[in-house]
């Protein structure tokens, strides 16, 4: 990939995944290429255009992200330099659409692009969309409206070699505390057998079923409330088949880890003679929560093995935060 293309794939991934404007560098991706006329014409063809994505960022994302954008072309290029008429006309626009606090509370819609990979094929686009609602208030106060840092990395271990699965075609997926669903319509995407999104909140439930819609990946992936531990111990998902159960940052409450343990056994001794086993990805904003968590697992019997996700293994995506993540993989039985 050329220099112009690395540069403009890179906006592009930031723009779409919304990535503070602050913390994208635009004066390092503007200092290998020419900025000409052609290249700002190519910008603003692939990322900032009307139809360069179904998806764009909210109103208030989109003039943040073009005013650091200019001030660093103007930077490269010098006092005579001139900036592309378009992008600076959609500059204008933006500044010129009253702000309101619907910006803020509306729900956002934030895309993460797909690598090609070698091993992978995915079904649709290349990109997973989720709508999200960034603010609490907007949130209803549910940690499950938006992607956490422990889904992202659950996904991109999953792309890795470092992946147990090499292929999901003959896999079904449980996600519990699915959030936005973002792993599930990876492995959707991935052309798992068949993927079930679970969470305990039944709006977090419908807004999964909105993001089901906008990757269009209604095929192979369906949605159902579950909430961890005894209360819905009949449910039909403890009596269906599933080879892989995952979940991210599901275990940073410690009221929760038993009755997520709970669940977790049980799924895994109903599958048993499958193999089955679960991958659960914890972000560590708490030591003690962790080690509570592992010891529910010794616990109830359940072995695991752990890997630490450091940077070298956060390159998809923007994350946000360099918290610890680990990613544990959860058995039937002392390892
Ligand atoms: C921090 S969010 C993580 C969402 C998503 N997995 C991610 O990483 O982006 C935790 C999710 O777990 C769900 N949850 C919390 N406690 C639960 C419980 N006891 N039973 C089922 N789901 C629960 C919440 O509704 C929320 O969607």
Redesign the pocket.
Known sequence: MSTDEDAILQLRTSYLQSVPAIKIPFDNLFSSVEADWDFQTRLYNTVLRKDATAYHPAGLYRRQFLKSMIESLQKKIGDDGEIYDDILILYSALLSQPESLDDITKPTYTTYLLPSTDGFTYEGDPQIVVSERRSLLSANG???SR??E??LALGEYFLSSASPVKSFRNHTVLE?????A?TSILLSKLQAKHVLAT???EF?CEAIRTNITLNKCANNISVSQ???GTSQEDSFIYSDLWDIII????T?DSR?LS?LVFTLKKLLKNNVERGAYAIISATVRNEDTIEEFESHLKTAELGFSMNEINSDLRRLWYYGSDTAIRIYTIRLGVY
């Open positions: 549910h940690t499950g992607t956490w422990a889904a519990l505390g699915a959030g936005t973002f969470d305990g909140s977090v579950l909430f961890w979940g991210g940052d599901i940073y929760d009755d």
